[in-house]
């Protein structure tokens, strides 16, 4: 079964203290990763696409990483606004539709 | 572009009553999806539509959820009759032709079942 696990559930950072948010994936043939930001009240707002190992994007102070298991979240030197829930997706060659999400990793920055 | 436009973007209704849920996609965007968000189960994928057609309706919970979309403008998602368990976030969001693409999602309605 393709699933889709993020750690931490949560995670508290001091402005300008540097991270990692983790997703590790199950999927029967990886057609792409996806990172979602997710404001309280809102729709989710994409990141990111990932679609190989070894694969990296950058986006400001955010950048992504994809092994075969697993892809990071790296945030470095963090603000207050970067505070909200990152969501991990993966899309499964064998469903080109569907995008199976994890719970997500709360992050809240303090200034 | 607006973006995905959804309505109600709130609905507090009473078990028993029909309730249906409204999005407008992006121009041009070939995919429509609903989903579902709630705390314990997060974020889940009800049923896709591709070029108005229904794909993938394996994530629809029960009989009592029904999804439609008439034209490329327009989609519906009906719960009939409505239960206290369906109380959640529900999302719809468009995409461009899916391979390799992501999904703009809606500010979504938030359905209170009382």
């Known amino acids: 079964e393709d699933q889709v696990t993020q750690s931490p559930e949560a995670l508290r950072l001091q402005e300008g203290e540097s991270s990692s948010l983790n997703c590790s994936y199950t999927?029967?043939?990886?057609?792409?990763l996806f990172w979602y930001r997710q404001d309280p009240g809102k729709g989710p707002e994409f990141l990111f696409t990932?679609?190989?190992a070894g694969e990296e994007k950058e986006k400001e102070r955010l950048k992504a990483t994809l092994t075969k298991k697993e892809s990071f979240l790296h945030i470095t030197a963090p603000k207050p606004e970067d505070s909200a829930t990152y969501l991990c997706?993966?899309?499964?060659?064998?469903?080109?539709?569907?995008?199976?999400f994890g719970q997500g990793t709360t992050l809240q920055v303090k200034p | 572009d607006a973006g995905v436009i959804q309505s109600p973007r709130h609905e507090v209704t009473e078990m028993g009553q029909e309730v249906t849920l409204r999005c407008k996609p992006i121009?041009?965007?070939?995919?429509l999806f609903w989903y579902r968000q709630t705390m314990m189960r997060g974020l889940e994928l009800l049923i896709y539509?591709?070029?108005?057609?229904?794909?993938?309706d394996s994530g629809m919970p029960e009989d009592r959820f029904s999804a439609k979309m008439p034209n490329a403008s327009f989609s519906t998602l009906k719960i009939q009759p409505s239960e206290p368990r369906d109380s959640a976030v529900y999302f719809c969001?468009?995409?461009?032709?899916?391979?390799?693409?992501?999904?703009?999602f809606g500010q979504g309605t938030r359905l209170t079942v009382v």
């Open positions: 969001a468009s995409s461009l032709p899916y391979t390799y693409t992501e999904a703009f």
């Open positions: 999927v029967s043939g990886l057609r792409g």
């Open positions: 990932l679609y190989s």
């Open positions: 997706a993966v899309q499964a060659s064998s469903n080109t539709g569907k995008l199976i």
């Open positions: 121009s041009g965007h070939d995919y």
């Open positions: 539509f591709n070029n108005n057609v229904p794909i993938d």
